[in-house]
């Protein structure tokens, strides 16, 4: 052992047990040949913390230990070894003996702790009491209204024998834990305990201790069985000492468990006498509540003749001030709702691009289709103005309502000058059948609401003055016969009114449905989510207390904690028994013996100022007021700044332009047209005949040489030639020359107009903004516009007179249709010569000068014109057709010559070719008759060989040309100029009617900016009437 614990870090004895550690010292530090000596002293208990104690290691000089052989170290630490396994063994034999003896002596000497169940309450009692606690509870709650137990003393008495139980048994549990811990402990640290020093010296003096160190290890034994008994004994009295705590905190709790018992039971009985109390005290609450109720009533009945009284006074005074006013011719001082009114009806349809929106307040009458609000607001209005229907929309556009006071009770549209009598039935039928109408044309493009505001006027005596807006019931679904965007749009003009945040919002909410189906109450909390401008209303409450058997549903909604949003206040309402036939003061009748006999009003669930539309009436109309005075101030400043911006663009931009809006321009424009029809009488009766005599020959030019003169010509004596222009001139008036005629006429009569109006745009006062105004009524008037039908008839006969006429009988008439006749046929050859020209392409001279070469098609025309005019001077008084044999002919000579073509290409180009042909001969004959008047008047045509019928022929179409356009001359400046005038007038009517048109005809930025202008001027000079007259109210 000795040999196993030297080494060169000296060597450490550890020593079991306190008291041996004295000897141990001594036994070490007597000997002398040491040459350092550290003692380091650990102890080892269980009954105090080695964290306590610190680690003392001195420091001293290291020496160098001579090292041995590997072997020698190996052998000594297993002998080392074996040694200590005798040492441990026996060592935890002892100790555990010694240990399990005492374990027995300790389990003994506990106390029995059947004490306890005689000084705790059993399990029975506690039950008891819990229960009779219970049934006390109930008992107040069911008593006492708005009375619950405390909840200490309610949770006391079952969970204080509980937690007294669970703290026992976790003490108990602690107690034997710990006993086996200290158990084990025990067995565990038999050589744990003590103390251990280490010594630190040099290699030679470890010989020295051997046999020191035997009696150190018998006397460590016999320590250690010595001190594991003493150790068990501190821990069975540190035990003992741990259940007499446990005792006496037994002890106080459960006394102190028995004083909250009996206070609970004093507790009791108070609670008793305070339900006694209670219900004392609740009797005479409802009588004070039921003699409430009856002063209440009483008082108003009283309020309701005064304001009836008030209503005939007020009447009657209105009616003494109309009458002085017509007396003396002057004109009734408006009131301020409808100087109000008439702001807002100016503001309905008003865009501004300045962002000075309208904020002015108004009420906005919101809710769930079938909701009631139409009925909430025909109470308010007092007369059942609306149209109704089983569940089916009748709001589809917006409606505002503007309530006033008056000595009648009557209704206006704002754009009508009738007024309905609201007292009559028979007039409330047509007002409602006229509102169902005017929703109905406001709907157009197949949509189902409008966002066009149609504005009424109610007055009568006792009406609160406000501004009221109907609008579309909210739905959640669209049918089949709706717009698919129509709960879009419905949503879309809510949210455009209620975005005013000056608006006050009346939410209706029917009473009758679940609150979970409302839709209107989440849109109004999004537009308003503070509620202070928000009044909400719940109707049909009369059915929703048949329905819900709970109150206290009801009075969670009018106490605002039932929805999802805030509001100024919450009334109900009864608006209807389901009679649409029903009278308003029948439903006020009804209104008030509900709220008198209702069991919410008898309960004093909510208070009695909610109920009833009257107060709701009152309620509104102070909240409206009050919002007017504190806004309209605002709204005039900001329109103010938006006039002066306005004006400050005008002037930058059309400095020198008077300041016209849409409707001004329009009744300029008219001005103009007008003036131009009347320059119509300023055209002389020679332009006129000079302007139809041109336009009617240029529309029978073509009809006279194709289907008169060649047809003519093509006999071979002039008696011939007189006939069948004779007949043809016939059949000509008798058919289509009138018809034509009447339509020359009338173009003519367009084309003077139009010259007319495009020398007023070469003007220099010329504006262009009318340009397509004017141009859009001329043709609308012009497509309107048809000749009488009797002016055809009359130029037939005049036609058939002037035709049948062929005795010239003037030298100058005879010259004059020799120039006709010339210069027509002059014409008409030009105009085949640019044919040909087309047809055979360029000369040969054009295509040396210009480049031009022809195609393969003109080369082929060219071959075969060439054969066709050697055919015509072949023979000079060739047909105006070909032969078979002449086409086959020129089809032939043309094959030899390369060029193929068919019968039918040959006709094409043999038209022009003779007609060529046959106006040069025409021209010719027309040159030789000029000095053949003579001739003609003698009769000597025949002897002289002149034949001049051409132009005989010729001079009756002019003469019929001068007579008719004298007759359409006269028709023109006498009838047809004033029946334009009148189509013209009637076309500029409908439009200045139509306001849409307008705005298409007249567009522009100065337009826009001159009528909002215009428009702000008005608003902006009507409400400052509007303020001085409210400040003067004040």
Same mark, same amino acid.
């Given at each position: ?75 000594? @630490? ?34 029995? %702790? ?53 703290? +026992? ?37 470890? $010989? ?28 069975? *009295? ?13 002890? *106080? ?114 809710? /769930? ?31 505002? @309502? ?17 007024? +309905? ?170 209104? #008030? ?37 504190? %806004?309209? #101030? ?10 002066? !911006?306005?004006?400050?663009? &005008? ?11 849409? /409707? ?13 029809? @009347? ?5 002389? $009766?020679?332009?006129? *005949? ?55 006429? &009338? ?20 504006? %262009? ?19 009488? /039908? ?43 010569? !640019? ?18 070469? $022809? ?99 010729? &001079? ?46 007249? %567009? ?20 400052? *009437? ?9």
């Amino acid at each position: 052992m000795i040999k196993l614990l030297r080494g060169r870090y000296g060597y450490v004895v550890r020593v079991v047990g306190a008291s041996h550690t004295r000897w141990v010292k001594q036994k070490l530090t007597g000997r002398t040949d040491y040459t350092v000596l550290v003692p380091v002293t650990r102890c080892y208990s269980s009954l105090q913390s080695s964290s306590s104690l610190p680690l003392l290691r001195l420091p001293g000089p290291s020496y160098a230990v001579p090292s041995r052989g590997i072997g020698m170290v190996i052998a000594r @630490v297993l002998r080392g070894a074996l040694k200590i396994r005798y040492l441990l063994l026996g060592g935890s034999i002892a100790g555990g003996s010694a240990l399990a003896k005492t374990y027995e002596e300790w389990k003994e000497a506990l106390p029995d %702790t059947k004490f306890l169940e005689d000084i705790l309450p059993s399990q029975e009692d506690l039950d008891a009491i819990r229960s009779s606690l219970i049934a006390y509870r109930d008992k107040i709650k069911d008593a006492v209204p708005e009375f619950s137990l405390d909840p200490k003393l309610k949770e006391l008495g079952e969970e204080q024998y509980g937690q007294l139980a669970l703290w +026992f048994r976790q003490r108990l549990d602690d107690a034997i834990k710990a006993a086996e811990e200290e158990k084990n402990d025990a067995v565990g640290s038999l050589f744990s305990d003590g103390e251990i020093l280490t010594l630190s010296g040099v290699a030679n003096s470890l $010989p020295s201790l051997a046999e020191d160190f035997t009696d150190l290890k018998q006397h460590a034994v016999a320590f250690t069985s010595m001190g594991a008994a003493e150790k068990e004994r501190e821990k069975a *009295e540190l035990l003992r000492l741990r259940l007499s705590q446990v005792e006496a905190e037994l002890r *106080e709790k459960t006394e102190s468990l028995t004083r909250e018992v009996s206070n609970l039971a004093r507790e009791n009985d108070d609670l008793k006498k305070r339900v006694h109390s209670n219900e004392t005290i609740r009797e005479k609450y409802e009588s004070l509540q039921e003699e409430l109720m009856q002063v209440q009533l009483k008082y108003q009945k009283e309020v309701e003749r005064l304001e009836r009284e008030n209503k005939e006074l007020r009447r009657t005074l209105m009616l003494r001030v109309g009458e002085k006013a017509a007396a003396h011719h002057k004109k009734v001082k408006k009131s301020l709702i409808d100087m109000y009114s008439e702001v807002l009806d100016e503001l309905c349809d008003y865009d501004s691009s300045y962002d000075t929106q309208d904020h002015l307040p108004r009420v906005v009458v919101v809710g /769930d289709q079938s909701s009631g609000k139409t009925s909430v607001l025909e109470m308010v209005a007092q007369a059942r103005i609306f149209p109704r229907g089983a569940g089916e929309m009748m709001t589809r556009s917006p409606v505002m @309502v503007t309530l006033s006071e008056g000595p009648y009770h009557i209704a206006s549209f704002k754009d009508s000058t009738r007024e +309905f009598d609201l007292t009559k039935e028979s007039e409330l039928k047509e007002l409602r059948k006229e509102v169902e109408l005017r929703m109905r044309n406001s709907v157009r493009s197949g949509r189902t609401v409008s966002h066009e505001v149609i504005s009424m006027t109610v007055k009568g005596p006792g009406l609160q003055r406000m501004v009221l807006v109907d609008l579309p019931g909210i739905i959640s679904t669209v049918t089949a016969d709706m717009a698919s965007d129509t709960r879009e749009a419905i949503r879309s003009i809510s949210q455009q009114y209620m975005s005013n945040p000056n608006a006050i919002i009346l939410c209706i909410q029917d009473g009758a449905v679940d609150a979970e189906r409302s839709n209107v109450t989440d849109l109004v909390s999004q537009m308003d989510p503070s509620g202070k401008r928000t009044i909400f209303v719940l109707t049909k409450v009369d059915l929703a207390e048949e329905n819900l058997t709970n109150p206290d549903r009801i009075r969670k909604i009018l106490a605002g904690k039932l929805f999802p949003m805030r509001a100024l206040g919450y009334f109900a309402v009864v608006t209807g028994r389901g009679n649409q036939e029903d009278s308003i003061q029948s439903i006020k009748d009804y209104e #008030e013996a509900f709220f008198r006999s209702s069991k919410i009003f008898k309960g004093g669930v909510v208070s009695s100022h909610q109920f009833t539309t009257r107060n709701l009436s009152l309620a509104v109309s102070e909240c409206f007021w009050k919002m007017v005075r504190d %806004t309209v #101030e605002q709204q005039a400043d900001a329109f103010k700044a938006t006039r002066f !911006n306005l004006e400050t663009e &005008w002037k930058n931009n059309f400095p020198r332009t008077r300041e016209l809006d849409r /409707d001004e321009l329009f009744e300029k424009a008219r001005g103009d047209i007008l003036d131009e029809v @009347v320059n119509l009488s300023q055209v002389s $009766p020679k332009q006129w *005949e000079e302007a139809l005599s041109s336009k009617l020959w240029d529309k029978m030019v073509t009809y006279v040489f194709e289907n008169i003169y060649l047809p003519a010509a093509q006999s071979d004596s002039s008696g011939t030639f007189n006939t069948t222009a004779d007949i043809k001139l016939k059949q000509w008036a008798d058919q289509t020359l009138p018809r034509k005629c009447v339509e020359v006429g &009338w173009e003519t009569l367009e084309e003077e107009f139009r010259k007319f109006l495009e020398r007023a745009k070469a003007s220099r006062d010329h504006d %262009t903004i009318f340009d397509n105004l004017k141009a859009c009524v001329v043709d609308e008037a012009m497509r309107r516009h048809e000749w009488e /039908d009797k002016a055809a008839d009359v130029l037939r006969v005049i036609q058939l007179n002037a035709l049948e006429d062929r005795s010239v009988s003037e030298k100058q008439q005879w010259d004059a249709a020799c120039k006709f006749l010339e210069d027509s046929v002059k014409d008409k050859l030009n105009a085949t010569e !640019n044919t040909l020209r087309e047809m055979v392409g360029p000369s040969t001279k054009e295509q040396w000068i210009y480049w031009q070469y $022809p195609t393969e098609a003109q080369k082929r025309r060219s071959a075969v014109k060439f054969e066709l005019e050697k055919l015509l001077l072949n023979e000079n008084t060739h047909k105006n057709t070909l032969t078979y044999d002449e086409v086959t002919a020129v089809r032939k000579n043309a094959q030899s010559q390369g060029v193929e073509v068919d019968n039918e290409f040959v006709r094409e180009t043999w038209h022009p070719v003779y007609r060529r042909y046959f106006l040069r001969r025409a021209l010719a004959k027309a040159y030789g008759c000029r000095k053949a008047f003579y001739a003609y008047h003698q009769g000597l045509e025949g002897e002289l060989g002149v034949e001049c019928n051409d132009v005989v022929l010729f &001079w009756r179409i002019q003469q019929m040309i001068k007579i008719t356009g004298n007759a359409l001359r006269q028709q023109v400046m006498n009838r047809e100029a004033r029946r334009l005038e009148k189509e013209i007038k009637e076309v500029l009517e409908e439009y200045g009617c139509d306001r849409e048109k307008k705005e298409q005809l007249l %567009t522009g930025r100065r337009v826009l900016l001159a009528e909002e202008l215009k428009r702000v001027r008005q608003i902006q000079e009507k409400l400052e *009437e509007f303020i001085h007259a409210l400040n003067a109210e004040k």
